[in-house]
């Protein structure tokens, strides 16, 4: 859905949670002082891809964190999570139980065909910030980042998942980070102004050989 004639979704997974209500002083200081400011890569505007936390480090590409092969995008890296000193306890570990059917449901609907009965959840490859990036549940492979969305990604926070363990009905998975990983960690910014940084510095710390380019 899209109101007051904006190009912005008010989809609460597309917009992340806008709320006018907490827009203070220093939010507007911080728009004013970055309006009209794009980040480019080579000429060409980048997929500014955002998460919440992302856990001791962020995530190598986009491919590994989302998926996402549509084109290639060498301005994405992994570095170190400064916010993870700062973050919400659940997002520096977490525990994500979800019940066999839950699990077998959410593979059918990511590949199209049932599993077959769970008795097994192994992770089959790791990205290399350590994230999954396939599993076999059942008799079936299973792209993490896909079947993340489908568990629900309020549930299991991130693909950066430490353990996985059956203990009957319940398959629970165990964490760090809150999100995909992929670009700008928000805990991650907000650490590195609460240091001083400049916003130009926040996105270059995240965003590799980009270049911050006044378009209007």
Do not use: C
């Not at 165990?174 to 910014?189: C, K, P, T």
């Amino acid at each position: 859905m899209r109101s007051r004639g904006t190009h912005a979704s008010t989809s609460v997974e597309e917009f992340q949670a806008y709320d006018p209500s907490k827009i203070n002083d220093n939010v507007r200081k911080a728009v004013e002082s970055t309006k009209g400011k794009v980040a480019k890569f080579k000429g060409q505007y980048i997929n500014a891809w955002f998460h919440s936390s992302g856990g001791p480090k962020t995530a190598a590409s986009a491919e590994e964190g989302l998926g996402y092969r549509q084109e290639p995008t060498p301005y994405i890296q992994s570095v170190p999570d400064p916010g993870l000193a700062i973050t919400l306890p659940e997002n520096k570990n977490w525990t994500a139980p979800f019940s066999k059917a839950e699990l077998r449901a959410a593979v059918r609907r990511v590949t199209g065909e049932d599993p077959g009965p769970v008795g097994e959840v192994k992770i089959v490859s790791r990205g290399p910030s350590g994230r999954v990036t396939q599993l076999k549940v059942g008799n079936k492979v299973v792209e993490g980042p896909a079947l993340r969305l489908a568990l629900g990604s309020d549930r299991l926070r991130s693909t950066l998942t430490t353990d996985i363990k059956i203990k009957g009905d319940r398959v629970i998975f165990r964490g760090q980070g809150y999100g995909h990983g992929v670009g700008l960690s928000q805990w991650g910014a907000k650490a590195l102004a609460q240091q001083g940084k400049s916003p130009e510095e926040i996105v270059k710390y995240f965003f590799k050989k980009v270049d911050i380019v006044k378009a209007w």
